[in-house]
T-cell receptor, first 111, second 114 residues
Framework: GQQVMQIPQYQHVQEGEDFTTYCNSSTTLSNIQWYKQRPGGHPVFLIQLVKSGEVKKQKRLTFQFGEAKKNSSLHITATQTTDVGTYFCAGGSGNTGKLIFGQGTTLQVKP | DAGVIQSPRHEVTEMGQEVTLRCKPISGHNSLFWYRQTMMRGLELLIYFNNNVPIDDSGMPEDRFSAKMPNASFSTLKIQPSEPRDSAVYFC????????????FGPGTRLTVT
C-alpha cells in the first residue's frame, strides 16, 4: 500500500540554526499537507501544496512540493524555541480525503 | 468557534473492559477521521466517514474495534474487549470536504489499558 517516509526522525539544533525535514511517497500524490504537533498537543494544519513544483512560504517556513509530486520538504530558517515540536507531512491521493501521515520529525531547539 | 470535541480526555481501564470514545466534529464539516497515535507506529488512520457513511475502515486493527457515526455531529469509536496493546492516544479529526481539505484535530483521548 501507499507509504510516506519522513526523515530525519529527530533533529536537535541550536537556536538560530536552520532545519529541514524531507518527505517521500511511494506513489504520486494529489496533494501534500504539513502539520505541527507540540509536545502533549494535537496535530495542527500548517499548509497544503497541490501543484507540481509548488513553493509556499509562511514567515520563516518554506514548503516545497516536488516536480513528480512524490516528495516534499519543510525548511525553517533561523529556528526559535517556539518551533519545537513534531512536524508531519501527510500525503493525499485522488479525491478520497484520506491522508497517509509520515512518521514525523521531532525538532528540539536549544536556546 | 468550538473545535473538534473529544471525550473523555483520559481513560484508564482494565483489560477486557469495553471502551467508548466520543467525538463531535466541527459543525458543517462532512468528513470525520479516527486516528491512533503511538510511539512505535506513529499516527495511523483507523477509519473515516464522509456524510456519516464509513468510506474506508481498512485501518481498523481488529474486529474488537468498531466505529459509528449516527449523525453529522457525533461519532464513537468502541473497543470491546480492550487489551493493553490498545493503549495509545486516539484522535478524531474533521474536514470540510472529502478531498484535499485540511483536517482539524481534536485534543485526543489518552487511553491506558492495564
Amino acid at each position: 500500500g501507499q507509504q510516506v517516509m519522513q526523515i530525519p526522525q529527530y533533529q536537535h539544533v541550536q537556536e538560530g540554526e536552520d532545519f529541514t525535514t524531507y518527505c517521500n511517497s511511494s506513489t504520486t500524490l494529489s496533494n501534500i499537507q504539513w502539520y505541527k504537533q507540540r509536545p502533549g498537543g494535537h496535530p495542527v494544519f500548517l499548509i497544503q501544496l497541490v501543484k507540481s513544483g509548488e513553493v509556499k512560504k509562511q514567515k520563516r517556513l518554506t514548503f516545497q512540493f516536488g516536480e513528480a509530486k512524490k516528495n516534499s520538504s519543510l525548511h525553517i530558517t533561523a529556528t526559535q524555541t517556539t518551533d519545537v515540536g513534531t512536524y508531519f507531512c501527510a500525503g493525499g491521493s485522488g479525491n478520497t480525503g484520506k491522508l497517509i501521515f509520515g512518521q514525523g520529525t521531532t525538532l528540539q531547539v536549544k536556546p | 468557534d468550538a473545535g473538534v470535541i473529544q471525550s473523555p480526555r483520559h481513560e484508564v481501564t482494565e483489560m477486557g473492559q469495553e471502551v467508548t470514545l466520543r467525538c463531535k466534529p466541527i459543525s458543517g464539516h462532512n468528513s470525520l477521521f479516527w486516528y491512533r497515535q503511538t510511539m512505535m507506529r506513529g499516527l495511523e488512520l483507523l477509519i473515516y466517514f464522509n456524510n456519516n457513511v464509513p468510506i474506508d475502515d481498512s485501518g481498523m486493527p481488529e474486529d474488537r474495534f468498531s466505529a459509528k457515526m449516527p449523525n453529522a455531529s457525533f461519532s464513537t469509536l468502541k473497543i470491546q474487549p480492550s487489551e493493553p496493546r490498545d493503549s495509545a492516544v486516539y484522535f478524531c479529526a474533521s474536514s470540510l470536504h472529502r478531498g484535499g481539505y485540511e483536517q482539524y484535530f481534536g485534543p485526543g483521548t489518552r487511553l491506558t489499558v492495564t
